[in-house]
């Protein structure tokens, strides 16, 4: 590891240093470690969306735990072990299995014969490095995705370099010397390190730029806008507070649909969080162009269960949820059209109830896609457009539901 590079962990880490300085510094760790964090996870998962997600998800925890990182020779092994964490989370989410490495790369000026020759031998590569044991398959596409010398591969890895060499020997007794160098052309091409994507999509979150061109979907004046979502990135009190006092409305202030809350909770700010609540910001509103991601379910998955408690709290809070409108929506679930009538004609307020998570009877008989409980319901007075937990939208679930089973979309709440 070079002495910049060991820099550039040391000021990433320290939190005494503005915000800018220090991401500035994570962005060229990000740089650096890249192809070998997404490489490590292709090894583990197989799929190059997949392992993508994965490395960018354990960036930013290293990102929001790097003060706990002792000393920068350290990163390496500290941030695979994020890494697979992460892959293993991905496993279970998905009951993944490892499947072939997908997506060939694409070539111009090809006959068809020659299109149809590099295809075969790239679905021989994957097969060939699938029967890999994944000892050998971890090295193998460290190797060959950024040409890493086994001292290199060592030291990400937490082994010996012998050991790395040992394993790299026997893989490549495996596979033939073809399949080994159309997969270092297929790894080269897909490694983060070849256009900025990856790296722009890690430091989007790390560092988000509110002056590009996603600037007009900010809510607000720019300059105070700015102040409010960095105050909340940094877990800022004072800042909030201030900022807060002046304008209560910066509250839920928002760049490309992030709010001040998004980012407490992303970098687990749990004092941000509860002060932000206290303040009117919206639990239920999901975050970003690219994800849409609520943040009660964001704190769930990693792990913020604090958080997730005050979230959990205040989405019950504001959506009044009682135990009728668990009822109401366990009878809509189940379909029962004539115990569905019964109950709203005897109590006709219990047609918006909602349950804990802010789902109401119109969203259950959407996501059952039982049109005539739909029907039903609308008939009888519910509100076509309440906003449950995760922000979304009766029509938002049938949309979705369209999507996921490629079905026909929910034709009744399209006209009101």
């Given amino acids: 590891m070079t002495n910049d590079l060991k820099q550039h962990i040391r000021v990433s880490a320290d939190r005494s240093l503005p915000h800018a300085e220090r991401s500035t510094a994570f962005g060229e760790v990000v740089a650096n470690y890249q192809d070998m964090a997404f490489g490590y996870a292709l090894g583990l998962l197989g799929e190059r969306h997949l392992a993508e997600d994965a490395a960018q998800e354990g960036f930013i ?99 010996k370099a012998g050991t790395v060499r040992k394993r790299l020997f026997e893989a490549r007794n495996k596979l033939k010397p073809s399949l080994l160098r159309t997969l270092s052309s297929e790894l080269n091409g897909h490694a983060p390190s070849a256009n900025d994507i990856f790296g722009d999509r890690v430091m989007h979150w790390i560092r988000p730029d509110f002056t590009s061109e996603q600037g007009h979907f900010m809510d607000g004046n720019p300059n105070k806008v700015w102040d409010m979502l960095l105050a909340a990135v940094e877990g800022d009190l004072a800042g909030i507070r201030s900022l807060l006092r002046e304008d209560p409305g910066l509250v839920n202030c928002n760049w490309a649909y992030y709010q001040p809350l998004h980012f407490a909770v992303r970098e687990e700010h749990t004092e941000a969080v509860r002060l932000l609540l206290d303040h009117g910001a919206d639990p239920s509103s999901a975050s970003g162009l690219d994800y849409h991601v609520p943040p009660l379910e964001r704190a769930r998955d990693r792990g913020y269960d604090e958080i997730a408690g005050l979230l959990t709290d205040a989405i019950a809070s504001r959506f009044s949820a009682q135990p009728v409108g668990e009822c109401a929506c366990e009878i809509v ?84």
């Fill in 333 to 416: 679930q189940q379909g029962d059209l004539e115990a569905a009538r019964a109950l709203f004609e005897a109590s006709p307020e219990l047609i918006n109830a909602s349950d804990e998570r802010g789902n109401r009877p119109l969203h259950e008989a959407v996501e059952e896609h039982n049109l005539e409980m739909t029907a039903l319901l609308l008939d009888k007075g519910a509100e076509p457009d309440p906003v449950r937990w995760d922000g979304c939208k009766p029509l938002h679930v049938a949309v979705f539901r369209a999507r996921k089973s490629r079905g026909g979309l929910n034709p009744l709440l399209t006209g009101y």
């Fill in 61 to 159: 925890a290293a990102w929001q735990h790097i003060e706990s990182l002792r000393e920068p020779d350290s990163f390496p092994a500290w941030l695979r072990r994020i890494i697979k964490w992460q892959c293993f989370r991905f496993k279970r989410r998905n009951n993944h299995r490892f499947v072939p490495m997908e997506g060939d790369i694409e070539a111009t000026d090809e006959s068809p014969l020659d299109r149809a020759a590099r295809r075969d031998m790239s679905e021989k590569v994957r097969s060939a490095v699938e029967t890999l044991p994944e000892t050998l398959r971890e090295v193998t596409v460290l190797r060959y995705i950024g040409d890493y010398s086994a001292s290199e591969i060592a030291n990400f890895m937490g082994l």
